[in-house]
């Protein structure tokens, strides 16, 4: 699923093709895909765009006249860029937002239509879809802290729940947790305030170091192949491969739709967590699918 860090290198990539101009029309190839009947869809064509937005996991596209396009790609979900007036061929292609100089293309793999489309009135409506995690960037420690300590629950859940932190979920979490040598079932009640300071610099650092790499490769271009698996990350998809501070074999807890990866050496003082271990700890406090965790809004 993108994260924030894919999100930002689709926004950097969008800005300078979009922004400033006109959304000439919008091609719909999966009813499934449009979740809201008001405003209509066909009310946001012949519009200038007006800026672009970040809403968690979600891409926000303003238009004339204050109202929103908003994009959920969950799991499988990807954008491209292609010529004017692209075809949607093939079952993968859901929607083309056409403009003068070319077509947005959603896409999404696999047989379940999981990605949305959204459109929004004003700042208040899309302020609704926003599920209130904090903005790490825009906060401090002691907000980060009394954020994720809100419940106590493990550092992996904490850091993956949209109303906790906004744009965080299973990859760079992975990666976040080994750059602060922290175990992902540690609860949050139970850090110290070294283990706090390492794990919110870790955040900032781990997210700025892949907003940074993410950008440089949209301005090379378009970012077509974005992955959860990147080949430069820690501990995430290298399940079976060296860790790259100690050299131990990265290890795997598994658990309904998610896999976490990590290294028992630097992170859990040598101990193997079983997937069983995780499950017992975390019970029905983690959903059991992405769609649950996505749909999770702060009450």
Known sequence: ????????????????????KSLERVRLASA???????????????????ELRRIGKRIA??????????LHLMIAGRLHWRPPAAKLAGRQSLAAFDFPD???????????????????????????MDPGG????????????????????SL???????????????????????????????????LDQREWERLFAATRDTLTLWIDRLHAEADAGFPEKVTAFRKDMAV????????????????RIRYADNETNYCARCQTCGKVLADRSLSRLLGSDW????DELEALTRR
């Open 32 to 50: 499934f895909l449009l979740r809201t009947a008001q405003p209509p869809l066909a009310s946001v064509e012949g519009r200038i765009v007006r």
């Open 236 to 251: 995430h998809g290298r399940y079976g491969q060296p860790c790259p501070r100690c050299g131990e074999k990265i290890l």
């Open 156 to 190: 992996k859940r904490a850091l993956t729940d949209p109303r906790v932190v906004s744009g965080i979920g299973n990859a760079y979490s992975d990666e976040i947790l080994h750059a602060a040598q922290l175990s992902p079932i540690t609860l949050t009640r139970k």
């Open 134 to 153: 904090i903005d790490v960037f825009s906060s401090d420690l002691d907000s980060f802290r009394a954020a994720l300590t809100s419940e106590n629950r």
């Open 102 to 128: 070319g077509s947005l293309v959603l896409t999404e793999a696999g047989s379940k239509r999981r990605a949305s489309l959204h459109v929004i009135a004003g700042e208040e409506g899309l302020r609704a």
């Open 1 to 20: 699923m993108p994260e924030l860090p894919d999100i930002a290198a689709y926004l950097s990539a969008l800005e300078p093709r979009i922004v400033g």
């Open 61 to 70: 596209i303003e238009v004339e006249g204050d109202l929103w396009l908003v």
């Open 287 to 290: 959903p059991r699918t992405l």
